[in-house]
């Protein structure tokens, strides 16, 4: 069985001469573990990137690895945290989300449910690796399933989160979500994670490279930018009812109890008006769908629609993690939703 290698690899610049030019020369390497520690013009102050919690979501590692062949002196000194390697590393490469079936790592940084367990180990050592240089700042470098634009996530709308949120895109999704994610934790520093964008999209890692040199190169992050940031708040996560068969296709499949439009992932990139197709279910008068928002509420019914077979929005809103990937879409959710009306809006 896979492990997580209990021995943390810490690497300084001196070793940078030694990167090979391919990334997955570089991955390769990584055999646990990884911290690479780069001294800034400032070393008085520290900023943390911490990447590849999710072993196939490879922009920030594919954005680290260009950022130390290019052998930047950065404005403060860097941290580069390398979360999960031993999940990368499974063959073929940055296809294996987790080490162990259904294990996500980012499911176990609350360290109040601590355990001896080899992943609840993983996680401290990476919280340690974080805290332990006092940062100014932390960034958390994600992909998502589907195509989709970048957008922060954060449970915090302060002025110093949504400005480094703004390093990187002018989108948020604020989450009151407690589900032992890194960005949930205390480190007495700002701490956002970014979405850049799809897995496979080449964008994406431009995103994570554009970000990576604004946070590392600039010697004032926190500028005030905070304004420039759109906020979505309150999303809702659109899952299957259980037993539910989920087709994607043009038209109702036979094969499937709820069709959803091939083109989903569309939706991620901009705000849906109320009355747009979604997919076709034809069963009955009752969509086999729950929308929770996070107080657990059903909030279904003001999400979506049905009429003659139809699947439509309800009002206006705004599309997350919308993903065509089967498994995803099975096993974790559909996609998350924010209401997007301007009454809404105002009572926020
Ligand atoms: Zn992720």
């Known amino acids: 069985m896979n492990k997580f290698l209990p021995h943390i690899t810490y690497v300084d610049e001196a070793f940078a001469k030694e990167i090979p030019t391919n990334p ?16 800034g013009v400032d070393k008085t102050r520290t900023r943390v990137i911490t990447t590849l919690i999710h072993g196939n979501e490879p922009s920030g ?41 259904a294990q996500d790592l980012n499911r176990f940084f609350d360290l109040k449910k601590e355990s001896d367990s080899g992943i609840h180990r993983r996680a401290k050592q990476i919280m340690d690796a974080v805290s332990e240089v006092n940062p100014e700042a932390i960034i958390d470098l994600h992909n998502t399933s589907g195509s989709s634009p970048a957008f922060g996530v954060s ?64 010697e004032v992050i926190f500028d005030h930018h905070a304004a420039q940031v759109d906020i979505h708040r309150f999303p809702c996560r659109v899952e299957l009812k259980q037993d539910v068969t989920l087709g994607f296709g043009d038209y109702a499949l036979l094969t499937a109890d709820i069709t959803v439009r091939t083109d989903i992932e569309k939706l991620n990139n901009q705000l849906t008006a109320a009355g747009e197709l979604i997919g076709w279910y034809n069963k009955n008068n009752e969509l086999p769908l729950t929308a929770k928002d996070e107080q657990g509420a059903e909030q279904l019914c003001n999400l979506l629609t049905l009429q003659n077979g139809c699947i439509y929005t309800k009002q206006s809103l705004q599309l997350f993690m919308a993903t065509t990937k089967l498994d995803i879409a099975n096993n974790d959710c559909l996609f998350y939703a924010t209401i997007e009306s301007s009454f809404f809006h105002d009572k926020s």
């Open 24 to 39: 997955l020369a570089f991955l390769r390497q990584l055999t646990g573990l990884t911290i690479f520690d780069v001294k």
């Open 61 to 101: 590692m594919i954005a680290l690895h260009q950022w130390l062949l290019a052998k930047v002196i950065p404005a403060v000194n860097i941290r580069f945290v390398i979360c999960n390697p031993e999940a990368a590393n499974l063959l073929p490469e940055f296809s294996h989300r987790y080490l162990h079936a």
């Open 155 to 218: 449970i915090s709308d302060s002025d110093k989160v949504l400005d480094l949120i703004s390093l990187f895109t002018n989108k948020v999704i604020l989450t009151g979500l407690n589900v032992g994610a890194i960005m949930e934790q205390d480190f007495s520093a700002p701490i956002v994670t970014i979405e850049c964008g799809g897995a496979t999209e080449l964008f994406s890692h431009q995103i994570a490279i554009d970000g990576i040199n604004r946070f590392t190169n600039r």
